[in-house]
T-cell receptor, first 110, second 117 residues
């Protein structure tokens, strides 16, 4: 079993839809839960992160972590074509570098 | 946020030649940089951790003699793919942490797409 599992998609949605992206992980030592966004042929950039369980909201994006079930989610409200990218979940243990999921490709069509 | 610059963004080379990729931290000093490799529709795979002034630490299965890493200054790390072969064709990305940051966020370069003919 991989440490971080993520469905690669692609996930195709119409503009304005609510998007739900998910990951599961196996290492209970993970403390930080990051989401990176990667546009085609570019390096990833940090979108947002949460520490431990709970929700965190930033504009149209909400990150959610349930440590009891080892489940990580990212919700995007009012999705836009500019949100089309690959979203990588990246849980992290302390100051160690994150463990990346394979990413979910999201396509938001007008 | 911190900026990491990578060069070249793409390179095509003949089989058997060597290719050097540079990774620079532009507005901060990075004692440690990380080199990743990414195949299409696959996750980022950590290849090695580059340490300023000392030898790089390679992940299991990564040939250190094939992927030479040099971190001669606090703002520059280089990855040299020696005697490249078509199977080395991939997207190589470097990253670093801003030591002034408190999130442990990794800042990534733009990536270098290598095609070996």
């Amino acid at each position: 079993q991989k440490e971080v599992e993520q469905d690669p998609g692609p996930l195709s949605v119409p503009e304005g839809a609510i998007v739900s992206l998910n990951c599961t992980y196996s290492n209970s030592a993970f403390q930080y839960f990051m989401w990176y966004r990667q546009y085609s042929r570019k390096g990833p950039e940090l979108l947002m992160y949460t520490y431990s369980s709970g929700n965190k909201e930033d504009g149209r994006f909400t990150a959610q972590v349930d440590k009891s079930s080892k489940y990580i989610s990212l919700f995007i409200r009012d999705s836009q074509p500019s949100d089309s990218a690959t979203y990588l979940c990246a849980p992290q243990r302390g100051s160690y570098i994150p463990t990346f999921g394979r990413g979910t490709s999201l396509i938001v069509h007008p | 946020g911190a900026v990491v610059s990578q060069h070249p963004s793409w390179v095509i080379c003949k089989s058997g030649t060597s290719v050097k990729i540079e990774c620079r931290s532009l507005d901060f000093q990075a004692t440690t940089m990380f080199w990743y490799r990414q195949f299409p529709k696959q996750s980022l795979m950590l290849m090695a951790t580059s340490n300023e002034g000392s030898k790089a630490t390679y992940e299991q299965g990564v040939e250190k003699d094939k992927f030479l890493i040099n971190h001669a200054s606090l703002t520059l790390s280089t990855l040299t793919v020696t005697s490249a072969h078509p199977e080395d064709s991939s997207f190589y990305i470097c990253s670093a942490r801003d030591p002034q940051g408190n999130t442990g966020e990794l800042f990534f370069g733009e990536g270098s797409r290598l095609t070996v003919l």
